[in-house]
Nanobody
Framework: QVQLVESGGGLVQPGGSLRLSCAAS????????MGWYRQAPGKQRELVAT???????DYSDSVVGRFTISRDNAKNTVYLQMNSLKQEDTAVYYC????????????WGQGTQVTVSS
């Protein structure tokens, strides 16, 4: 079992930066591929970035070059550094954990709101 709690969301101006954190508990963090997803009102939830246990990363085309995903296994935490934020980045951001040895096992956090506005 994995419990995920996101934090770090808030209001930021276009062009600004924000760092999201996702703290995991209840299992061995290093066994999970971690990801960030986001969902704007009226839209489908979409992938933002993922990072595997081995540190391999993948990004949505819409955020590549602006966002960076990282993890600290000692702290059971995954981060999303968001730079050069745009209004279209406004969404609820969700943390996801997927068991590396069993893709059928996955967990979601409750989300944190990110609003980019002047």
């Amino acid at each position: 079992q994995v419990q995920l709690v996101e934090s770090g969301g808030g209001l930021v101006q276009p062009g600004g930066s924000l760092r999201l954190s996702c703290a995991a508990s209840g299992s061995i963090f290093s066994r999970y591929t971690m990801g960030w997803y986001r969902q704007a009102p009226g839209k489908q939830r979409e992938l933002v970035a993922t990072i595997t246990s081995g540190g391999s990363t993948d990004y949505s085309d819409s955020v590549v070059g602006r966002f960076t995903i990282s993890r600290d296994n000692a702290k059971n935490t995954v981060y999303l550094q968001m730079n050069s934020l745009k209004q279209e980045d406004t969404a609820v951001y969700y943390c996801r954990a997927q068991r590396s040895t069993n893709p059928m096992v996955a967990y979601w956090g409750q989300g944190t709101q990110v609003t980019v506005s002047s």
